[in-house]
Antibody, heavy 121, light 107 residues
Framework: EAHLVQSGGGLVQPAGSLRLSCAASGFSFSSYEMNWVRQAPGKGLEWVSYISKGGITTYYADSVKGRFTISRDDAKNSLYLQMNSLRAEDTAVYYC??????????????WGQGTLVTVSS | DIQMTQSPSSLSASVGDRVTITCRASQDITNAVAWYQQKPGKVPKVLLYAASRLESGVPSRFGGSGSGTDYTLTINGLQPEDFATYYCQQLQVYPTWTFGQGTKVEI
């Protein structure tokens, strides 16, 4: 069975940086498109970023564009999210998520355990 | 970007009830809709995809329907473990996968 184990996160000051990691196991990581999704405290789910197989194509939500960078290392079966210029509104639980299927069968079928990022002075 | 308007934002129901949650997309998303369940403090879990296809292992009391811009999640015979928050998500527009605002199902 697929597993996504996240690390990183924690408390960071405004304008600071943080890097999240996600280690995949139990499936062929290089064969899947991956995403980051976040959830602010008491709020709903927000898609943050996408990376294609091979890492050629990346996309970002407008709210993080220019500040966050998604990347992957298929040799290490790992996904990353580099977060710079962090703001209070970036405070959230961040999830590493696998995308399964093609249109119209796409869904986020495996989720990491989530890691809390708190931006505060 | 496609907007997903989910309703209601919350509802009260009893064990055994039939519950319906709707999602309206701002444009035709040709059945590329998934539904998720999230319990407090837990990771979201996919229930349905392609509007009506049940994810493996999900009980058959969960069902989905719809087309075009309007989609529905139905729970037939609500069980105690179904009290949670439910989210719809469009996966038609690549790759800004918009979620609905969520529906909290309470006792």
């Amino acid at each position: 069975e697929a597993h996504l184990v996240q690390s990183g996160g924690g408390l960071v000051q405004p304008a600071g940086s943080l890097r999240l990691s996600c280690a995949a196991s139990g499936f062929s990581f290089s064969s899947y498109e991956m995403n980051w999704v976040r959830q602010a405290p008491g709020k709903g789910l927000e898609w943050v970023s996408y990376i294609s197989k091979g890492g050629i194509t990346t996309y970002y939500a407008d709210s993080v564009k220019g500040r966050f960078t998604i990347s992957r290392d298929d040799a290490k079966n790992s996904l990353y999210l580099q977060m710079n210029s962090l703001r209070a509104e970036d405070t959230a639980v961040y999830y590493c998520v696998r995308l399964q299927g093609g249109v119209p069968n796409r869904r986020f079928d495996y989720w990491g355990q989530g890691t809390l990022v708190t931006v505060s002075s | 970007d496609i907007q997903m308007t989910q309703s209601p934002s919350s509802l009260s129901a009893s064990v055994g009830d039939r519950v319906t949650i709707t999602c309206r997309a701002s444009q035709d998303i040709t059945n590329a809709v998934a539904w998720y369940q999230q319990k407090p403090g837990k990771v979201p879990k996919v229930l349905l995809y392609a509007a009506s296809r049940l994810e493996s292992g999900v009980p058959s009391r969960f069902g989905g329907s719809g087309s075009g811009t309007d989609y529905t999640l139905t729970i037939n015979g609500l069980q105690p473990e179904d009290f949670a928050t439910y989210y719809c998500q469009q996966l038609q527009v690549y790759p800004t996968w918009t979620f609905g605002q969520g529906t909290k199902v309470e006792i």
